[in-house]
């Protein structure tokens, strides 16, 4: 079974974006490289369906990039649900406040610009979903610091967990950084997690 093609019917059953998301894809692909940073439709619906069943209200992301999974979770959120996201360049900054500002779910997101290890102690409160996507070598350190403002009951979704398989040998300081963050999840008894083989590998924890 070749993978590619079988992540292609994977999507093709999967739930559309919407109009205004697919828009922000095709801008954020005029305008900008690196656009494989987009976490793209199966994770994103993945995210939106975890936040519509879980009832979550109050949500952090660690990585904006031009606002594609923000945009999906708020569109997924209730009337005054809430979400934080972090981003610290400023080449992505426009797009992304631009469709927050077109799309009716974008008055949920309050964007915070910097770095996030300095800007998440900066948000007041807990949170009840949690989406860990931004730079790869702090993920532990994202982890300590945002584990225990998770509520109980909470989740936390982590993207690239698989770093294209180079965790198997964590030969780069990233890869080594992500299977550090696999290993403390294993072993920390206060959550518990499934690893989806879901693209670049996605984590789903639970916390007890
Ligand atoms: C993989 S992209 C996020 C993609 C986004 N979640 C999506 O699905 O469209 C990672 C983002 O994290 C940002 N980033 C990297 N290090 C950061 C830091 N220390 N603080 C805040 N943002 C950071 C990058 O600039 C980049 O836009």
Same mark, same amino acid.
């Given at each position: 079974m070749e993978k590619g093609k079988i992540e292609e019917y994977a999507k093709h059953h999967t739930t559309d974006h919407s109009e205004i998301i697919k828009e922000l894809i095709s801008v954020s692909e005029k305008n900008l490289?690196?656009?494989?940073?987009?976490? #793209?439709r199966l994770v994103g619906r993945l995210l939106g369906l975890l936040i519509k069943m879980s009832g979550a209200k109050r949500v952090l992301e660690v990585?904006?990039?031009?606002g594609f999974s923000a945009l999906t979770m708020a569109e997924a959120l209730p009337d005054g649900g809430e979400l934080f996201t972090c981003e610290y360049?400023?080449?992505?900054?426009d797009i992304a406040r631009t469709f927050f500002k077109k799309s009716?779910? #974008?008055?949920k997101v309050r964007l915070l610009m910097g770095k996030a290890l300095e800007t998440i102690p900066t948000i007041s409160g807990s949170f009840d979903f949690v989406f860990l996507d931004a730079d790869k070598i702090n993920y532990p350190n994202y982890y300590e610091m945002i584990l225990p403002r998770l509520e109980q009951g909470g989740i936390m979704v982590i993207d690239n967990v698989f770093w294209s398989g180079e965790v198997l040998d964590s030969e780069s300081d990233k890869a080594r950084a992500i299977d550090e963050l696999n290993k403390m999840i294993r072993n920390d008894n206060f959550v518990e997690q499934v690893m989806l083989p879901v693209r670049d590998g996605v984590t789903v924890l639970r916390k007890k």
């Amino acid at each position: 079974m070749e993978k590619g093609k079988i992540e292609e019917y994977a999507k093709h059953h999967t739930t559309d974006h919407s109009e205004i998301i697919k828009e922000l894809i095709s801008v954020s692909e005029k305008n900008l490289e690196h656009t494989d940073m987009l976490s #793209g439709r199966l994770v994103g619906r993945l995210l939106g369906l975890l936040i519509k069943m879980s009832g979550a209200k109050r949500v952090l992301e660690v990585g904006t990039f031009t606002g594609f999974s923000a945009l999906t979770m708020a569109e997924a959120l209730p009337d005054g649900g809430e979400l934080f996201t972090c981003e610290y360049n400023e080449r992505y900054e426009d797009i992304a406040r631009t469709f927050f500002k077109k799309s009716e779910a #974008g008055s949920k997101v309050r964007l915070l610009m910097g770095k996030a290890l300095e800007t998440i102690p900066t948000i007041s409160g807990s949170f009840d979903f949690v989406f860990l996507d931004a730079d790869k070598i702090n993920y532990p350190n994202y982890y300590e610091m945002i584990l225990p403002r998770l509520e109980q009951g909470g989740i936390m979704v982590i993207d690239n967990v698989f770093w294209s398989g180079e965790v198997l040998d964590s030969e780069s300081d990233k890869a080594r950084a992500i299977d550090e963050l696999n290993k403390m999840i294993r072993n920390d008894n206060f959550v518990e997690q499934v690893m989806l083989p879901v693209r670049d590998g996605v984590t789903v924890l639970r916390k007890k």
